[in-house]
């Protein structure tokens, strides 16, 4: 079965690094997520992704954080210089359509020290 | 902003037993989606069962039904004969309609069978 997968699945960085999440969304899908998670709190809509560019994004997305899609299969989530709180698990999802059913990957999480 | 709450923050069952996970929203809005999913140790968030808001008829999916009470914004998860590999983290979420897929959690659910 078709599946969305990120790597790293662990990333450590020093803060001021910067940092690049790699996820696959199915082949297929047209829209393209990030959410994040801090530890202990909830899940959270950072940017949706459409067309090749962003179609939504949450006040948490500012000028640090950036997305692309270099290649057609890859969707990256970059950040350019680290802070601690910026740690978190991050998920990449995907969907077909826009109402579609989102599928998600494992996640990476980020640890900055 | 649409919130979601859930106020169970772990819940255990006997394997086989039924267990009901809490869910309770805000809105202003008419017209939404709701959603359970399950996030397996390890494991990505899949789909459990999702819900029309205009639909009174409460969704099923084999052994998982909702009771969607519009009025009181509250949309439970019932497992039935629970099964060791429901064990997981179960996240409920909402979502505007129309517009980009931007889900709203609520803060999971942790669920433990005990054989």
């Known amino acids: 079965e078709p599946e969305v997968t990120q790597t790293p699945s662990h990333q450590v960085t020093q803060m001021g690094q910067e940092v690049i999440l790699r996820c696959v969304p199915i082949?297929?899908?047209?829209?393209f997520y990030w959410y994040r998670q801090i530890l202990g709190q909830k899940v959270e809509f950072l940017v949706s992704?459409?067309?090749?560019?962003?179609?939504?994004k949450s006040e948490i997305f500012d000028d640090q954080f950036s997305v692309e899609r270099p290649d057609g299969s890859n969707f990256t989530l970059k950040i350019r210089s680290t802070k601690l709180e910026d740690s978190a698990m991050y998920f990449c999802?995907?969907?077909?359509?826009?109402?579609?059913?989102?599928?998600f990957g494992e996640g990476s999480r980020l640890t900055v020290l | 902003a649409q919130t979601v709450t859930q106020s169970q923050p772990e819940m255990s069952v006997q394997e086989a037993e039924t267990v009901t996970l809490s869910c309770t929203y805000d809105?202003?809005?008419?017209?939404?989606?709701l959603f359970w999913y399950k996030q397996p140790p390890s494991r990505q968030m899949i789909l459990v069962i999702r819900?029309?808001?205009?639909?009174?008829q409460n969704a099923t999916e084999n052994r998982f039904s909702v009771n969607f009470q519009k009025a009181a914004k509250s949309f439970s998860l019932k497992i039935s004969d629970s099964q060791l590999g429901d064990a997981a983290m179960y996240f409920c979420?909402?979502?505007?309609?129309?517009?980009?897929?931007?889900?709203?959690f609520g803060q999971g659910t942790r669920l433990t069978i005990n054989p």
């Open positions: 082949s297929n899908h047209l829209y």
């Open positions: 819900q029309e808001a205009y639909k009174q």
């Open positions: 809105t202003s809005e008419s017209d939404y989606y």
């Open positions: 992704f459409y067309n090749n560019e962003i179609s939504e």
């Open positions: 979420a909402y979502r505007s309609n129309g517009g980009a897929q931007k889900l709203v």
């Open positions: 999802a995907s969907s077909e359509y826009g109402t579609g059913e989102l599928f």
